[in-house]
């Protein structure tokens, strides 16, 4: 168990829907990093935030945005969904700002249908 | 651009023998690197990690090398055992110019009993 919740584990939805995907970090990390794995594609970064604030930019779709919450926890709102968005999210957290080992979440598989 | 390359998708090797995998990376900037291992259905964990000030660390029957000119880096494991049969991700960043860790696509490692 790396400490990092992701919610939910699996989510279903169509074509052009809009989901949210939710990351609890290690308690007492500040920085939270998102990653897409589609198949073949291995882990894509799309962002990172340390305690709240942006920090960090990959190749994020305009359709895909994210905050980081006071609380510290992060969600990761995808819209417009098209069917290549199917993929596993994960979500990392770390203590420092400094890019260092990261402890992944179990991840949240979307399929868009 | 796939700035961290693991070039070998998969990868067979007989228990008890070593397993050497591979990464080769683009950026010169990249000053840190780590090495992730990837279970089925669960999120990556963190391996061991090397500074760019260095070209070998060693944890146990893990090893990564560092070869700076050659912009590569490869991960020993020596004896193979059949728990380390999983998917290796190779990551890297450059911590004096920005926040992001962007990773390889993996190499899926089979240990041959």
């Known amino acids: 168990d790396s400490g990092v919740t992701q919610t939910p584990k699996h989510l279903i939805t169509a074509t052009g829907q809009r989901v949210t995907l939710r990351c609890s970090p290690r308690s007492g990390d500040l920085s939270v990093y998102w990653y897409q794995q589609s198949l073949d594609q291995g882990l894509q970064f799309l962002i990172q935030y340390y305690n709240g604030e942006e920090r960090a930019k990959g190749n994020i779709l305009e359709r895909f945005s994210a905050q980081q919450f006071p609380d510290l926890h992060s969600e990761l709102n995808l819209s417009s969904l098209e069917l290549g968005d199917s993929a596993l999210y994960f979500c990392?957290?770390?203590?420092?700002?400094?890019?260092?080992?990261?402890?992944f979440g179990e991840g949240s598989r979307l399929t868009v249908l | 651009d796939q700035q961290v390359k693991q070039n070998s998708p998969s990868l067979s090797v007989q228990e008890g023998r070593i397993s050497i995998l591979n990464c080769d990376y683009t950026n010169s900037m990249f000053d840190y690197f780590l090495w992730y291992k990837k279970y089925p259905a669960e999120g990556p964990t963190f391996l061991i990690s090397i500074s760019s000030i260095k070209d070998k660390n060693e944890d146990g029957r893990f090893t990564v090398f560092l070869n700076k000119s050659a912009k590569h880096l490869s991960l020993h494991i020596v004896p193979s055992q059949p728990g380390d049969s999983a998917v290796y991700f190779c990551a890297a960043s450059a911590r004096g110019r920005d926040d992001k860790i962007i990773f390889g696509k993996g190499t899926r490692l089979h240990i041959l009993p």
């Open positions: 990392a957290s770390s203590v420092d700002r400094a890019p260092g080992e990261l402890f």
